[in-house]
């Protein structure tokens, strides 16, 4: 929860000079919705799946958005060098909540596959058998069952 908040904040500082264009602060706050969806409902693991593969677009997106619209060194105020330093330390932490995000998900029951269509990474478990919710044979023979006769 508290990540969430320095998130906010972090991005949020990075937002106020307007340096950036529209698309950084929407995709953002979008990934921060996803992120309370996903804090509040705790049993939802499509919530958490989503807010862990927003913030791993989000630290492409911004690293686009911080080399793309960085400021010639003649135009940088000290409130455009602060906002920049935000969106930088912002990014710089995103990897910290996606690890986070991810340990969220284990614990959540999350499986760890990845399936690209051709390649398949991780655990697959759609052709696991449980022995536990096998019958066992009887021990006894059935007495209810009439013997045949021998041939």
Known sequence: ???GFFFF???G???MNYMFPASYA???FSVLAVGIWAIVQRDSLD???MFLTGLLLTVLTDIIHISVFYPPNNY???AKRFSIGMAIFSLLLKPVSCYLVYRMYRERGGEYTFNIGVTRAGRDRSTYESIDQQDAP???PDSSKTSQPPY
């Open 1 to 3: 929860m508290w990540a």
């Open 9 to 11: 904040v972090l991005f």
């Open 13 to 15: 500082r990075g937002c």
């Open 26 to 28: 929407w995709g953002n």
């Open 47 to 49: 919530a958490i799946m």
């Open 76 to 78: 940088l105020t000290d």
């Open 138 to 140: 009887p021990q006894w």
